[in-house]
């Protein structure tokens, strides 16, 4: 991967964080604005962004090999999220629980994790 592609990469994953974090935004406000009606294709896009996130990891980690092992760990906290999302299927099905499951664990941990990513990445993309 040329520094081109490598700060295209970059690029977009750091905004895709920023999206997914206004999704997830959206989705908590939902719950108490009955007019925001797209909640949940919202929260379905942000399971898929996770998986686009999860697939972009490897490559990031390929292109930074062991040049920034601080990148690297961040990257791999990523697993911190998914982990989350164990506990998904479960919530689902009970409403005051997914909205409790969502704001206190899911959204702060992502919110940690991309925090601390997007910190790692901004010298990449800031240049």
Same mark, same amino acid.
């Given at each position: 991967?040329?520094?081109?592609?490598?700060? #295209?990469?970059?690029?977009?994953?750091?905004?895709?964080?920023?999206?997914?974090?206004?999704?997830?935004?959206?989705?908590?406000?939902?719950?108490?604005?009955?007019?925001?009606?797209?909640?949940?294709?919202?929260?379905?896009?942000?399971?898929?962004?996770?998986?686009?996130?999860?697939?972009?990891?490897?490559?990031?980690?390929?292109?930074?090999? #062991?040049?920034?092992?601080?990148?690297?760990?961040?990257?791999?906290?990523?697993?911190?999220?998914?982990?989350?999302?164990?506990?998904?299927?479960?919530?689902?099905?009970?409403?005051?629980?997914?909205?409790?499951?969502?704001?206190?664990?899911?959204?702060?941990?992502?919110?940690?994790?991309?925090?601390?990513?997007?910190?790692?990445?901004?010298?990449?993309?800031?240049?």
């Amino acid at each position: 991967m040329n520094a081109y592609e490598r700060f #295209e990469l970059y690029h977009f994953y750091y905004h895709l964080l920023n999206t997914v974090q206004e999704g997830l935004d959206y989705v908590l406000e939902s719950f108490h604005k009955l007019e925001l009606t797209e909640a949940e294709k919202v929260f379905s896009d942000i399971m898929r962004a996770f998986y686009h996130i999860d697939s972009s990891n490897v490559l990031i980690m390929d292109s930074v090999a #062991e040049e920034d092992p601080l990148l690297l760990h961040e990257i791999r906290r990523f697993d911190e999220v998914i982990h989350e999302l164990d506990h998904l299927e479960f919530m689902f099905f009970q409403p005051l629980t997914y909205e409790t499951y969502l704001k206190d664990r899911l959204a702060p941990v992502f919110v940690l994790w991309k925090d601390g990513i997007q910190k790692r990445l901004q010298p990449y993309i800031l240049q």
